[in-house]
C-alpha cells in the first residue's frame, strides 16, 4: 500500500540497474531504445538481449537516443479504470504506436480529442511528469497537425 494510504500504484516504473538510463533520460526529455549492433535492429521496451537475433553483449546492443517520432497504430479511449491513479484520469487513450526507429510502443495519446485521432497519424513524443519524479513518455500530434 502507498504511503497516502491509497493503494499500490501502477502507472510509475520500478528503476532498477539496467532500466535507470532509460527513466533518467526520460526526465531529461530523451526517449531511449535499444539497438543491436549485430542486426542492426532497435527494440521497446528495454531489455539486455536482443529478442531478433538473441545476442546480448553489452557492447552489441546498447542504448540510443530516438527520433521521438511516431505513427499511430492503434488505439482505444478509456472510460473506466479501477486502479490507482488511473480513474481520476478517464477518458484517456490508451495506444500502441510504430516509432520511426521500427519498434511498437504501448504508449498513451495526449492533447488529441477523440475524433482527431487517426491510424497513421504523425505523433512526436512528450514527457508527462507523473508527480513522483518519473516523467513517463507519452505522444501528442506532431506540430504541424
Given at each position: 500500500m502507498a504511503a497516502d494510504g491509497a493503494g499500490a500504484r501502477f502507472d510509475v516504473p520500478?528503476?532498477?540497474?539496467?532500466?535507470?538510463?532509460?527513466?533518467?533520460?526520460?526526465?531529461?526529455?530523451?526517449?531511449?531504445?535499444?539497438?543491436?549492433?549485430?542486426?542492426?535492429?532497435?527494440?521497446?521496451?528495454?531489455?539486455?538481449?536482443?529478442?531478433?537475433?538473441?545476442?546480448?553483449?553489452?557492447?552489441?546492443?546498447?542504448?540510443?537516443?530516438?527520433?521521438?517520432?511516431a505513427v499511430l497504430y492503434t488505439w482505444s479511449v478509456v472510460h473506466r479504470n479501477d486502479l490507482p491513479p488511473f480513474g481520476h484520469r478517464t477518458p484517456y487513450v490508451a495506444a500502441v504506436v510504430d516509432l520511426a526507429e521500427g519498434p511498437r510502443m504501448m504508449t498513451e495519446v495526449v492533447d488529441c480529442a477523440e475524433a482527431g485521432l487517426r491510424t497513421g497519424m504523425d505523433l512526436q513524443v512528450a514527457f508527462r511528469q507523473d508527480g513522483a519524479g518519473y516523467a513517463i513518455p507519452v505522444f501528442r500530434p506532431a506540430e504541424g497537425m
Amino acid at each position: 500500500m502507498a504511503a497516502d494510504g491509497a493503494g499500490a500504484r501502477f502507472d510509475v516504473p520500478e528503476p532498477d540497474a539496467f532500466t535507470r538510463a532509460y527513466w533518467d533520460a526520460a526526465a531529461e526529455g530523451r526517449l531511449l531504445l535499444r539497438q543491436c549492433a549485430a542486426c542492426g535492429r532497435a527494440h521497446h521496451y528495454p531489455r539486455e538481449f536482443c529478442p531478433y537475433c538473441w545476442s546480448d553483449a553489452p557492447d552489441v546492443v546498447r542504448w540510443r537516443v530516438a527520433s521521438g517520432r511516431a505513427v499511430l497504430y492503434t488505439w482505444s479511449v478509456v472510460h473506466r479504470n479501477d486502479l490507482p491513479p488511473f480513474g481520476h484520469r478517464t477518458p484517456y487513450v490508451a495506444a500502441v504506436v510504430d516509432l520511426a526507429e521500427g519498434p511498437r510502443m504501448m504508449t498513451e495519446v495526449v492533447d488529441c480529442a477523440e475524433a482527431g485521432l487517426r491510424t497513421g497519424m504523425d505523433l512526436q513524443v512528450a514527457f508527462r511528469q507523473d508527480g513522483a519524479g518519473y516523467a513517463i513518455p507519452v505522444f501528442r500530434p506532431a506540430e504541424g497537425m
